[in-house]
C-alpha cells in the first residue's frame, strides 16, 4: 500500500497486543485496520500511531512510548490487562515504556528477556509483582531499567552483574527484604544513577561501588543500611549522594571528615544514627544543600562551612552541636536561603547588629537554640523570610515594634515558648502570615488584628484579655488555640457558630462564658475541641450532634446542666476522649455510648449521674485490645505535634500529649452510680486506670471482685473506695499490691490488706508487720479536713521496660519508623485519687 511504512508483521502483533489490554480513555484510539477508504490509511500505518516509533530506514518498529497519568486526576486512564508476548514479533524494538499503566500484580514476563536489542525498559509503577526474572540479564544492550513502584521481590541481586552496559538503575520501592547490595554492582563500569529507595535493603554499603567512575547519582535512602563504605567518598564523579533514613546507619565518619568531592551538588545524610564531628564539606565547592540533621553529631561547626559559595540549603537540625554559630559561618554564603539549626539545645547563635549578611533567608529555623536573653537585633536586615522559627530560645525581651515591621512577607512565624512579653500589634495590614505560634509567652492586652488568609493561630499560654470576636470571622482559620489566658468574655452565639467550623478549637483555662449553639442544622467540622474549666452553661445541646468527626470531647469543669445526650455515642463514633467532668450533669448513662469503639479515657466523674455501670463496657475495642505503643492518637495539622487531653493521673490534673495515646482510663468517681461491678469489665484488657469511688455500687467481694476485676492483671491503678462494697477481699496475688486505700470506705469490706479489718475466722496479724498501715490509719483520722489521695495502685513492669524504650533513639526510630518521638522516660508508677473524708467518716 503506498505511503505506509509500517511492516505487516508488526502491525498484527501490535493489535494482538491491543487486544490484551483495557483502554478505558481511548489512549490507543489511533491503532486500528485498514477499511479501504483513503482517510483510514493511517489506522494501518502502525508507524503513525500514538505511541509507536518506527525507523527511518528499516521501518521497523523500535520504540514503545506507552506510559500511563502519572498524576491523580488526569484525564487519560492507565492501560490495564495483560502484556502480551506479541511483542517478540518487533524484532528491532530498543525502548519499551509501559510505565504508570496497571497490570494488576501480573508477574513481569520471561518473553521480554528475549528482546535482544532492548536498551530502555521503563516499568514504573505498572503493577507487577512477584519474583524478578533473572533472564533479564541476557539484556546485555539495556542501559536503562526501572523497577520503581511495584511489589517485585528477588532472593538475591548477583544477577544485576550481567547488565554491562547499564547507565541508569531503580529497583526504589519494592520488597528486596533481607538483600544486600551486590559487590559484582562495582563492576557495572558504566553505571552512572542508582535508585534503590525504601527497598528494605540490608547490610553495608559495599567498598565495589567506590570503582563506579562514572556514578554522579547515588540514593539508598529508607532502607536498613548498617555503614557507609569510605571508599564512596573516592568517587569524585558524585553529585547527589542520598543516604537518608536508614535505621540502622550509625558510625563516626573519622577519616573522611574533609570531604573532597567537586563534584558533590547534594549531600542528604539525615535521619540516620551518625554520630561524631560534623563533617567539613568546605571542599565540596559545587555543593548546592547539605542535609545532616536528626543524626548524632556533636561538637562545634567549623566556621570554613561558610566559603560554600555555591550552597543554597543548610540543615543540621536535632543533633548535639554545641558551641557558638556567628556570622564567621555564613561569610560567603551569598546563595544560602534556607537555614536550620534547630533543636540543637547547647549551640548559641551569636551574630552581630551590624552584621551585613551575604544573602537573604527565606527559612530560617532556630528553635530550641540559645538566642537570648535578648531579642536577636540582626533579624532585622533579614527583609524576605517568608518562615522564622525562634521558638524556645531562651528570649526574655520586649518584641521591638521593628520586628513586625520587617516580617511582611513572612507567611509563618513561631515564638513559642520564651518569656517575650509586650502587647502585639495589629498584624492584619502588615503580615501575609497563614500560621502564627506565639504561645508560652508572656504577652498581654487584646489578641490582635490578623491576616484575613490566616490558617492556624496558637496564642495560648499567654495573658491575652478582652475580646475575641474579631477571630470569630476568620474565613480561612481553622486552627485556633486560645487556652490559658484571661478571657473573660461571654461568646455570642453567632461567634460560637463560627468557631465550631473550626477542625481544631481550644479555649480551655479561662473564663469564657456563654452556651453552646443549640442548632441542628450547625455545619460543624471539629474534630478536637477543648472547652474545660470555663464558666459554660446550658445543656450539651444537639448541635454538637453534627461534628460527626469529633475525635476529643472535653467539656469538663464548667456548668452544664441536663443529662448525657441519647445520641452521644451514635453520632460521635470516632470519640476517643470523652471528658464531662465536673458539671451538673444528672441523669443515667445513655445506652448510645456503647458504640464509642475507639473510646481511650471516658471521665464523668464529680457530676450527678445515677443508675447502673453500663454492660456493654467490651464494645469499647481500643479498651478489649493490649495497648499500640506505635499508634498516634491524633496530630496538629501544620506543627505535628500530638493532640493533648487533661487526665488525673498520679494525684494530679495535668495536660498529656506525648503519651497520650498509651493512657487508657475510665474514671466514673463521685456520682451517684449503683448496682454491681459488670462482669464486662474483665474483656478490657488495655485498661490502665480504673476510678469507681465515691458512689453507692453495691456487691459481694466475691461475686464482684474475683469475677472482674481480679482478672484484669494488667490494670495499674484500682480506686473501689467509698462505696458500699461488702464481704472478704480475695487472696489473689494482683488484688493484694494495691494499698489498702483503694478499698477503704466500704464498711463491710474485710481481710488483707484492710489489715484493721480481718474477716471472722482469719488469725489476728502478729508482730509489726502492718504497723506501717496502722500508722497512716491513725494519720487520716487525727487530720480533719485532710483531703488527701487515697487510691495508691501499681504500675506493671511493662512500663518501666517500655520507659527504657523511649530513652533509646535507637529503638524509638525501630518502632514503626516512628517520626515524632517521646523523649523523656515515662515511669508511670501511681495514681492518686482523690475521696471525701466526711463520707469516709460516715460510714465507719
Not at 530502555?120 to 533473572?134: A, D, M, T
Not at 565518619?253 to 567537586?262: A, D, E, G, K, Q
Not at 545524610?269 to 548524632?296: D, K
Not at 544573602?359 to 529555623?365: G, H, I
Request: with cysteine; aromatic share 10%.
Amino acid at each position: 500500500m503506498n505511503g505506509v511504512k509500517c511492516r505487516e508483521r508488526e502491525r498484527l502483533a501490535l493489535v494482538k497486543f491491543k487486544s490484551q489490554l483495557i483502554d478505558a480513555s481511548g489512549r490507543l484510539s489511533t491503532w486500528g485496520n485498514y477499511d479501504g477508504e483513503d482517510d483510514d490509511r493511517e489506522k494501518v500505518d502502525c508507524c503513525k500511531w500514538d505511541g509507536v516509533f518506527c525507523d527511518n530506514q528499516t521501518n521497523h518498529v523500535v520504540a514503545l512510548h506507552l506510559g500511563g497519568p502519572k498524576y491523580t486526576g488526569s484525564p487519560t486512564s492507565p492501560l490495564r490487562g495483560n502484556i502480551s508476548p506479541s511483542l517478540l514479533e518487533l524484532v528491532s524494538l530498543n525502548y519499551l515504556d509501559l510505565s504508570f499503566n496497571d497490570f494488576n500484580g501480573t508477574r513481569i514476563p520471561d518473553f521480554i528477556c528475549s528482546l535482544g536489542k532492548l536498551q530502555y525498559l521503563n516499568l514504573e509503577y505498572s503493577g507487577v509483582s512477584g519474583l524478578i526474572p533473572h533472564c533479564l540479564g541476557n539484556l546485555s544492550k539495556l542501559q536503562f531499567l526501572d523497577l520503581r513502584g511495584n511489589g517485585v521481590h528477588d532472593t538475591n541481586l548477583d544477577w544485576l552483574s550481567e547488565f554491562q552496559s547499564l547507565e541508569y538503575l531503580d529497583f526504589s520501592q519494592n520488597n528486596l527484604h533481607g538483600m544486600i547490595i551486590p559487590d559484582a554492582l562495582g563492576n557495572l563500569t558504566s553505571l552512572s544513577e542508582i535508585y534503590i529507595v525504601n527497598s528494605s535493603l540490608e547490610g553495608k554499603i559495599p567498598d565495589a561501588l567506590g570503582k563506579l567512575r562514572s556514578l554522579s547519582h547515588l540514593d539508598l535512602s529508607c532502607n536498613n543500611l548498617e555503614a557507609i563504605s569510605d571508599a564512596l567518598w573516592n568517587i569524585t564523579s558524585l553529585s547527589y549522594l542520598y543516604l537518608y533514613y536508614n535505621i540502622q546507619l550509625r558510625g563516626e565518619f573519622n577519616n573522611v571528615l574533609n570531604l573532597s568531592l567537586p563534584n558533590l551538588q547534594a549531600l542528604d545524610l539525615s535521619e540516620n544514627m551518625l554520630s561524631g564531628p560534623v563533617p567539613n564539606p568546605s571542599s565540596c565547592p559545587s555543593l548546592t544543600s547539605l542535609y545532616l540533621n536528626n543524626n548524632m553529631f556533636s561538637g562545634s561547626l567549623t566556621e570554613s562551612i561558610g566559603y560554600l559559595s555555591q550552597v543554597e540549603v543548610i540543615d543540621l537540625s536535632s543533633n548535639h552541636l554545641e558551641g557558638l554559630f556567628s556570622e564567621a559561618h555564613l561569610f560567603n554564603l551569598s546563595k544560602l536561603w534556607v537555614l536550620d539549626l534547630s533543636s540543637n539545645s547547647n549551640l548559641t547563635v551569636r551574630i552581630k547588629s551590624s552584621w551585613n549578611p551575604p544573602s537573604q533567608l527565606e527559612t530560617l529555623l532556630l528553635g530550641s537554640c540559645k538566642l537570648g536573653p535578648y531579642f536577636p537585633k540582626w533579624l532585622q536586615k533579614q527583609k524576605q523570610l517568608n518562615v522564622l522559627d525562634i521558638s524556645n530560645a531562651k528570649i526574655s525581651d520586649r518584641v521591638p515594634d521593628w520586628f513586625w515591621e520587617s516580617m511582611h512577607k513572612c507567611t509563618q512565624l513561631k515564638m513559642s515558648h520564651n518569656q517575650m512579653y509586650g502587647v502585639v500589634p495589629d498584624l492584619s495590614p502588615k503580615l501575609a502570615l497563614y500560621y502564627i505560634n506565639l504561645s508560652s509567652n508572656m504577652f498581654n492586652g487584646s489578641l490582635p488584628l490578623l491576616p484575613p488568609d490566616v490558617t492556624e493561630v496558637n496564642f495560648s499560654g499567654n495573658k491575652f484579655s478582652g475580646t475575641i470576636s474579631n477571630f470569630c470571622y476568620l474565613r480561612n482559620l481553622h486552627f485556633l488555640d486560645l487556652s490559658d489566658n484571661l478571657f473573660s468574655f461571654q461568646i455570642p452565639q453567632s461567634c460560637f457558630i463560627n468557631l465550631m467550623s473550626l477542625g481544631y478549637l481550644n479555649l480551655a483555662n479561662n473564663n469564657f462564658s456563654g452556651e453552646m449553639p443549640n442548632l441542628v442544622e450547625l455545619e460543624c467540622h471539629v474534630y478536637s475541641l477543648h472547652l474545660r474549666n470555663n464558666s459554660f452553661t446550658g445543656g450539651i445541646y444537639k448541635s454538637l450532634k453534627n461534628c460527626s468527626n469529633l475525635a476529643i470531647l472535653d467539656l469538663g469543669e464548667n456548668n452544664f446542666t441536663g443529662t448525657i445526650p441519647d445520641w452521644l455515642g451514635e453520632s460521635l463514633p470516632g470519640l476517643g476522649i470523652l471528658s464531662l467532668k465536673s458539671n451538673n450533669l444528672h441523669g443515667k448513662l445513655p445506652w448510645s455510648l456503647c458504640h464509642l469503639q475507639e473510646l481511650q479515657v471516658f471521665d464523668i466523674s464529680l457530676n450527678n449521674i445515677s443508675g447502673a455501670i453500663l454492660a456493654c463496657l467490651s464494645n469499647f475495642t481500643v479498651l478489649s485490645s493490649k495497648i499500640d505503643p506505635h499508634y498516634r492518637f491524633f496530630l496538629r495539622a501544620t506543627e505535628e505535634l500530638y493532640d493533648s487531653a487533661y487526665i488525673i493521673w498520679k494525684g494530679k490534673e495535668a495536660e498529656y500529649a506525648k503519651i497520650l495515646r498509651l493512657l487508657t482510663i475510665i474514671d466514673l468517681s463521685n456520682n451517684n452510680l449503683i448496682g454491681e461491678i459488670p462482669r464486662e469489665v474483665t474483656s478490657l484488657v488495655g485498661l490502665l486506670a480504673l476510678n469507681l469511688s465515691g458512689n453507692n455500687l453495691v456487691g459481694s467481694i466475691p461475686r464482684s471482685i474475683p469475677s472482674t476485676l481480679a482478672q484484669l492483671s494488667h490494670l495499674g491503678v484500682l480506686d473501689l473506695s467509698f462505696n458500699n462494697l461488702f464481704g472478704k477481699i480475695p487472696w489473689i496475688d494482683h488484688l493484694q499490691t494495691f494499698n489498702a486505700s483503694v478499698y477503704m470506705g466500704n464498711p463491710e469490706l474485710c481481710g488483707p490488706p484492710l489489715v484493721l479489718k480481718p474477716c471472722l475466722g482469719d488469725k489476728t496479724p502478729v508482730g509489726n508487720v502492718d504497723e506501717t498501715h496502722n500508722q497512716e490509719h491513725d494519720n487520716i483520722f487525727n487530720s480533719k479536713g485532710f483531703y488527701v489521695s487515697m487510691a495508691l495502685g501499681f504500675i506493671v513492669a511493662f512500663w518501666g521496660v517500655f520507659g527504657t524504650l523511649f530513652l533509646n533513639k535507637w529503638c524509638r526510630i525501630t518502632i514503626g519508623k516512628m517520626l515524632v518521638c517521646v523523649e523523656d522516660w515515662l515511669y508511670v508508677k501511681i495514681m492518686i485519687s482523690k475521696n471525701r473524708l466526711k463520707r469516709y467518716l460516715e460510714n465507719s
